[in-house]
């Protein structure tokens, strides 16, 4: 079982970023999916969240700005960010979980600087 982020990096101010999260061993559609980061120096937050049903939410600081969803048949969940700002500066994570397992990826690193 494996999570796998893709497309972080470096971006100004008002830019913009896709994510992307692969999953190999399980089907991700059967799971509730959600993107997470972490600044250094704080605790692990949850930006976006989408349940097998298709149902997103998204933290305040994010709301309107980005989006999750999902390609069943890539097995893939992604994160489109626009107009970020510094504050969104931090290592994203992927997360798989129901009722029985908990999956974590790696983590891709977004640093958003002028």
């Known amino acids: 079982v494996q999570l796998v982020e893709s497309g972080g990096g470096l971006v100004q101010p008002g830019g913009s970023l896709r994510l992307s999260c692969a999953a190999a061993?399980?089907?991700?559609?059967?799971?509730?999916m959600g993107w997470y980061r972490q600044a250094p120096g704080k605790q692990r937050e949850l930006v976006a969240r989408?349940?097998?049903?298709?149902?997103?939410n998204y933290a305040d600081s994010v709301q309107g700005r980005f989006t999750i969803s999902r390609d069943n048949a890539q097995n893939t969940v992604y994160l489109q960010m626009t107009s970020l700002k510094p504050e969104d500066t931090a290592a994203y994570f992927c997360?798989?979980?129901?009722?029985?397992?908990?999956?974590w990826g790696v983590g891709t690193q977004v640093t958003v600087s002028s």
């Open positions: 061993g399980f089907t991700l559609s059967r799971f509730v």
């Open positions: 997360n798989g979980n129901n009722a029985l397992f908990d999956y």
């Open positions: 989408m349940t097998s049903g298709g149902s997103a």
